[in-house]
């Protein structure tokens, strides 16, 4: 069983940065992909960026030049760090591993979520 604990969220104003962690622990034999989404109010989840084991990268457009995901592999963790934040970036954000575990059976897990607020 593969454990997501995500960390970094809360409030900020306008124009304002946060940096989101993710650490994944549990029977992990390898993991190939993380990612972060996020969920706002009455919308559906949406993708917002991603990394795999072979360090590519992708992004949604809305975030592109503002956001920077990254990865630590030897500690299993992710980061978001969100720059110029804005009221829309407003929402609950999921992170996700996708991987091999230990029974080398494939797991596919998500965090509990942390709210991000972007306010004045």
């Known amino acids: 069983q593969v454990q997501l604990v995500e960390s970094g969220g809360g409030l900020v104003q306008p124009g304002g940065s946060l940096r989101l962690s993710c650490a994944a622990s549990?029977?992990?034999?390898?993991?190939?992909?993380m990612d972060w989404n996020r969920q706002a109010p009455g919308k559906q989840r949406e993708l917002v960026a991603g990394?795999?084991?072979?360090?590519?990268?992708k992004y949604a457009d809305s975030v592109k030049g503002r956001f920077t995901i990254s990865r630590d592999y030897a500690k299993n963790t992710v980061y978001l760090q969100m720059n110029s934040l804005k009221p829309e970036d407003t929402a609950v954000y999921y992170c996700?591993?996708?991987?091999?575990?230990?029974?080398?059976?494939?797991?596919?897990?998500w965090g509990q979520g942390t709210q991000v607020t972007v306010s004045s």
């Open positions: 996700n591993a996708r991987g091999i575990a230990t029974s080398r059976d494939r797991f596919d897990s």
């Open positions: 549990g029977s992990i034999f390898s993991i190939y992909a």
């Open positions: 990394i795999t084991s072979g360090r590519s990268t």
